[in-house]
């Protein structure tokens, strides 16, 4: 059978929208774009509009970028007609979707830096919100994606920006399909499969238009479904569970007074869920208000800076119960806040009186993670106050019978409390759709059989608490971790926690590490917080979280169990003070939450392009604070010195398994104690017996196979690295770097087993490395080819270089080489001088630098008599050559040197990327509208080359 070509993939699907509803249409280019919008406009507006009056909406249009132009594409337009009359044009009807008329064309050809031709696209009203990229069977998924970033770049803008209208994009290779909202920052991690409401997916490209495509859910997903982030100004669009829960519980609100719960398992993105379910909700006739609660004051915060991320000013922290009291009795629809001011509300008779009016209206209370703050009176008191009152409850990890813990009221569980599960998508589902990943969890200890257990931890059989305390024991887990963090965590890049038992153990734990930054054996930032109560002393396994009465949450003075620990912790806290040149204390509450914040922001913020390695923060140690609530990308490893099972185990799991680009492959746990069984069994509690092996990454001699198959697999196509410079055709080239990738891909997994060693493998390191220089020879290729317009298969091929960087090897450790080399005799020095060639070219960062570094080796070098002069010389040479070059740009592009310079420094401190203005500014002559983007894009591009020769790289 051949294989389905995109031409035939492309008619069939058209052919397959006009029988859902779509009325075909012919539209070759921009003109033909623009009139069909116009007619299209006109029967939507039932009315026919004037020339004048058309370019005055086509230039209301041009306005803004992608965010921008999605409200505009949802609010109106008032015109001035050619009569004087005032008229509200209308893009889209949000309120009943079916009203909009729906279109399909394809092959639209746009002028913008280079032309494009799109596959498919979906007109509504005339204008593409749907935008659809086929690539034949057989090929990469990917590739469609990486096709889109092109046209963003290089044609979406022209023409009125039109396309920049574009709500959503679906990618297909006929078998695998998936959607994203139209977002320039994310990667292809952020694209999705539909599925059914069981969570099935729907992949075929055909099953997949039914289910999506259909004029009512397409008009449906982007009239309701679509949120406008405004913290990263980005358009993004819900998952498919997330669309079922959120119909599920408005439909529940809207025909009946029964409460519910959804189960979603952590890392699913429940907050964007509950916020589009709360926002629904608020405006349907029945509800009076909606209020959300959350259990912690931390969560608070955290909630409210997402909730108005997903639109503006749409919450405000309730900072005490009287303010709480105040929004519950004004005509805010939607309240935050947290369940100690809740049950203050409605407990305390100066505030309760306020509320009686509230008593029989309809407030729907949603609770976030309700399987921490729902056990203990609260829950009674609410529903006994709020008569008329509907509860949801949101968990990643409810309560069944086998993990309920007792109270005064006996064990109860969520379904107990809230009813029915309306909604359910579990850690395997998550990890089946690759919205979290999964754990890759290693036993340190006496029970571990082989491999790099440089000492002997103590543990198993001797499960004593004193055992468990020896400082001997705390000495040699501390020394363990200062030797395998950086694999961990890609030399640095990452952030851990380290969870421990008590307080006690912590500071202990803490003063080792102290200790031993000061004796030089590390320079990990390590930083702490723990809070107030006996509650943090926990001996027994932890499987809950105090019900009402959490330590973090509190409001009143911090009470520490004794001066000595309040002392401690003030000792930690100037510590980080000094590291980061902050000032917080515990004198009051404020200061410590403040100082929570910080550590928390810190964390948070790494995966922000402009962070910086100053701010970096490498391990905080815990006893339960941030093991629970707490989401950050950049956290990859856990390690783990404290008893957990069933909820509160998968909960501090569920840390390190956020899901962010190629080189995070997995969450890191490495256990310090023998929880295996333990950890089987809260799997199996929250999904099943067979899922283990999901969930689990599987042992280090499995994934060292996948490394021998994927060597054989690119020694069959190149059996050696030299063969790659004979490959004959592009298809050839496109073999080896998929080869090549796949080995890569198990390479980077591997390298976190603390077993990694390259014996183990049927390729040396040395032999590694040449392959994969031929790799970034390739990358380079395809980079220069299409600078110079020429087009290639390999276009759209991700290379994945995430997977190549390697932070250790920058300029500094280079010069120490040379310096070496001018030591060596004679036969050694050739050999040494090919190795940092060698070095040169197998590194992402220094592969730009590589020529002038050789230019130095070559020139400088050898007049250099006095070994320590190498850096001070090194600096002289890269000064000068930077200069020259700075110089070049500007002669070859008639910019102001002064100006061009302060704009490069702006965005190597801060990471501010110039907008196109700021460089025309720099320009003798500003260029014509035709010819603006490409020069601005040219001059960018050269100026982001000169900051990774110049700048990136160069210290540490």
């Known amino acids: 059978m051949t294989k389905q070509s995109e031409a035939q993939l492309e008619n069939n699907l058209i052919k397959q929208l006009v029988g859902l509803g779509y009325q075909n249409v012919t539209i070759q280019d921009g003109d033909a774009l623009v009139s069909n919008l116009k007619a299209q406009l006109e029967a939507f507006n039932k009315t026919v509009f004037s020339t004048k009056e058309f370019d005055t909406i086509l230039n209301h249009l041009a306005k803004g970028n992608v965010f921008e132009k999605a409200k505009t594409l949802r609010d109106r337009f008032n015109i001035t007609r050619d009569n004087g009359d005032s008229f509200y044009v209308r893009f889209f009807n949000s309120e009943d979707w079916t009203k909009n008329l729906f279109q399909v064309t394809n092959q639209i050809t746009q002028e913008g830096t280079y032309k494009n031709r799109y596959d498919v696209t979906l007109l509504v009203n005339g204008l593409p919100l749907v935008q659809i990229e086929l690539k034949r069977r057989g090929l990469e998924i990917k590739e469609a994606f990486n096709q889109i970033n092109r046209y963003q770049r290089h044609s979406f803008w022209s023409n009125h920006g039109l396309f920049q209208y574009v709500q959503l994009f679906v990618i297909s290779n006929g078998v695998n399909t998936k959607y994203l909202a139209n977002n320039k920052l994310q990667s292809v991690k952020q694209t999705f499969f539909w599925a059914d409401v069981n969570n099935k997916n729907i992949t075929d490209v055909t ?30 669009v819900l998952r498919p569970y997330q669309f079922y829960a959120t119909e599920k519980l408005v439909n529940q609100v809207a025909t009946s007074n029964n409460n519910g719960y959804i189960w979603h398992t952590t890392g699913s993105g429940k907050t964007l869920t509950s916020f589009k379910a709360s926002q629904i909700i608020m405006d349907l006739p029945n509800v009076h208000k909606v209020v959300f609660v959350v259990d912690r004051k931390d969560l608070d915060y955290q909630t409210m800076l997402e909730f108005n991320s997903f639109k503006k000013d749409s919450v405000d922290v309730t900072d005490n119960t009287q303010s709480l009291v105040k929004q519950l009795t004004d005509d805010s ?6 369940i100690q001011k809740l049950n203050n509300a409605i407990s305390k008779a100066n505030y309760e009186k306020s509320l009686t009016h509230l008593q029989d209206k309809k407030v729907v209370f949603i609770f976030d993670e309700c399987h921490r703050s729902q056990f203990g009176d609260t829950h009674k008191k609410i529903t006994e106050y709020f008569k008329s009152s509907q509860l949801f409850g949101f968990t990643g990890t409810p309560i069944f019978k086998d993990n309920a813990s007792k109270n005064d009221l006996g064990k109860r569980t969520t379904k107990d409390l809230f009813g029915v599960c309306l909604h359910k998508y579990v850690i395997t589902d998550a990890i089946k759709d690759q919205n979290v990943l999964r754990f890759g969890i290693e036993y340190v200890g006496k029970y571990k059989q082989k491999g790099n257990t440089l000492i002997d931890i103590e543990v198993e059989a001797i499960d004593t608490a004193e055992v468990f305390a020896d400082e001997k024991r705390l000495e040699k887990i501390a020394d363990y971790m200062i030797a395998y963090h950086n694999q961990k965590t890609f030399n640095k890049d990452y952030s851990a926690l380290f969870a421990v038992s008590n307080i006690e153990t912590l500071i202990k734990y803490y003063d080792i590490f102290k200790r031993k930054k000061e004796e030089g054996e590390h320079n990990l930032r390590i930083a702490t917080i ?26 009143s003075q911090p009470q520490y169990k004794t001066s000595h620990t309040r002392e401690k912790l003030d000792e930690y806290i100037s510590d980080y003070n000094q590291m980061y040149n902050t000032s917080f204390s515990t004198k009051d509450s404020q200061q410590f939450e403040n100082y929570f914040k910080d550590i928390s922001k810190r964390l948070k913020e790494r995966e922000k392009t402009t962070f910086q390695d100053k701010d970096r923060l490498d391990i905080v140690i815990v006893v339960n604070m941030m093991l629970t609530g707490f989401d950050a990308k950049k956290v990859n490893t856990l390690y783990v010195d404290k ?3 069933y909820h509160g185990l998968i909960q501090a799991y569920s840390r390190t398994n956020r899901i962010l680009g190629e080189q995070k492959s997995q969450g890191n746990i490495l256990c310090f104690r023998n929880l295996k069984k333990v950890t089987d069994e809260a799997i199996t509690l929250f999904s099943n017996k067979d899922a283990i092996e999901d969930i689990i990454l599987p042992p280090y001699e499995t994934i060292a196979e996948k490394f021998d198959d994927a060597l054989k697999n690119l020694l069959e196509i190149v059996p050696t690295f030299q063969e790659v410079d004979n490959l004959p055709t592009e298809t050839e080239e496109l073999a080896f770097i998929q080869a090549f990738r796949r080995l890569l891909r198990a390479k980077n997994v591997l390298e976190s087993y603390t077993d990694f060693d390259w014996e183990d493998l ?6 590694f490395e040449d392959y994969k220089s031929k790799y970034l020879d390739l990358y380079d290729k395809v980079k220069n080819d299409s600078q110079k317009h020429k087009t290639s298969i390999l276009d759209d091929i991700d290379f994945e270089l995430e997977l190549i960087h390697r932070d250790q090897i920058n300029v500094a450790y280079i010069l120490q080489l040379l310096a070496k080399l001018k030591h060596a005799k004679t036969e050694d020095a050739k050999a040494q001088k090919k190795a940092i060639i060698d070095m040169l070219s197998g590194d992402v960062q220094l592969r730009s630098k590589r020529e002038l570094i050789e230019k130095f080796i070559e020139e400088n070098l050898p007049h250099i008599s006095d070994v320590d002069a190498i850096q001070d010389e090194f600096e002289r040479f890269w000064h000068e050559e930077k200069i020259l070059a700075l110089a070049k740009i500007c002669e070859e592009e008639h910019l102001d040197q002064k100006q061009f310079k302060s704009l490069i420094e702006s965005y190597t401190d801060y990471g501010r990327e110039p907008l196109r203005d700021d460089i025309f500014k720099c320009l003798d002559n500003r260029p014509s509208i035709l010819k603006a983007r490409e020069i601005g894009e040219r001059i960018l591009d050269k100026m982001k080359e000169f900051v990774q020769v110049f700048v990136d790289g160069m210290t540490g």
């Open 207 to 236: 099953a997949f238009a039914s289910s999506f495509l259909n004029p009512n859910h397409l008009g449906k997903m982007i009239a309701k479904y679509v949120v406008h982030n405004e913290t990263h100004k980005i358009l993004m």
């Open 333 to 338: 629809k939607l309240v935050l806040t947290t």
């Open 530 to 555: 723990f809070s107030y109560g006996t509650n943090e002393d926990d001996e027994d396994a932890q499987d809950y979280i105090p019900g009402d009465q959490l330590p973090q949450a509190a409001e």
């Open 643 to 645: 008893n957990l099972k």
């Open 762 to 767: 049927g390729i040396n390191e040395q032999t």
